[in-house]
């Protein structure tokens, strides 16, 4: 069965630092998004992104936070100027279609800030 | 806005114990539900879905749900637990169109052999 795939599996970052978060979504999904678990709490989504643009994104999506789609098979999530409040997990997820399709994660991307 | 509530934070069982799982949601609109599943170390695994039709949905590893419109409810069950299935369970919805999923706390559940 195909796979959404995250690199690196775990981040170390110095606060101030940026970090770039990679995914390979499942090669024929068209929505792709991020969501992040501080420890002990939910997962909370960040961002989707379709058709080379976000089509929504959380209060938690600030400037700091940027995605993009820099080839075919690639998403990344950009954080600048890395806070010690921005270390959680870091799941990508990726579906068909928006709402009636479920999505599909990977094993996460696990952000320390140091 | 959405929000989702699972009122169990752990659930301890035996083997071949019955387990049910709570999720209750908020939103005014037509939604689409899920229970997601994480075992230890690994990523989340969609258990079984509710978009329309038959409100009792069956998924995989002998889960099954049932979406109670009147109730805003959507819980969780099996008849009999394994002890492969201690993991953390996610109840979430999505509303029709949107994107965004909304995720509950999770109920860590441990059985023990």
């Known amino acids: 069965e195909p796979e959404v795939t995250q690199t690196p599996s775990h981040q170390v970052t110095q606060m101030g630092q940026e970090v770039i978060l990679r995914c390979v979504p499942i090669?024929?999904?068209?929505?792709f998004y991020w969501y992040r678990q501080i420890l002990g709490q939910k997962v909370e989504f960040l961002v989707s992104?379709?058709?080379?643009?976000?089509?929504?994104k959380s209060e938690i999506f600030d400037d700091q936070f940027s995605v993009e789609r820099p080839d075919g098979s690639n998403f990344t999530l950009k954080i600048r100027s890395t806070k010690l409040e921005d270390s959680a997990m870091y799941f990508c997820?990726?579906?068909?279609?928006?709402?009636?399709?479920?999505?599909?994660f990977g094993d996460g991307t696990r952000l320390s800030i140091l | 806005a959405q929000s989702v509530s699972q009122h169990n934070h752990h659930v301890i069982l035996s083997e071949a114990a019955s387990l049910e799982l709570g999720c209750n949601y908020s939103?005014?609109?037509?939604?689409?539900l899920f229970w997601y599943v994480q075992y230890p170390g690994q990523h989340l695994q969609l258990l079984l879905k509710?978009?329309?039709?038959?409100?009792l949905v069956k998924g995989i590893k002998g889960f099954e749900a049932e979406f109670i419109k009147s109730k805003f409810s959507f819980n969780l069950r099996k008849p009999s637990v394994q002890w492969s299935d201690t993991a953390e369970y996610f109840c979430?919805?999505?509303?029709?169109?949107?994107?965004?999923?909304?995720f509950g706390g999770g109920t860590r559940l441990m059985v023990k052999p």
């Open positions: 509710y978009f329309s039709g038959d409100p």
């Open positions: 992104f379709y058709n080379n643009e976000i089509s929504e």
């Open positions: 979430a919805v999505i509303n029709n169109a949107g994107n965004m999923l909304t």
């Open positions: 997820a990726s579906s068909g279609s928006a709402g009636n399709q479920p999505q599909h």
């Open positions: 939103y005014g609109g037509t939604v689409n």
């Open positions: 090669s024929n999904h068209l929505y």
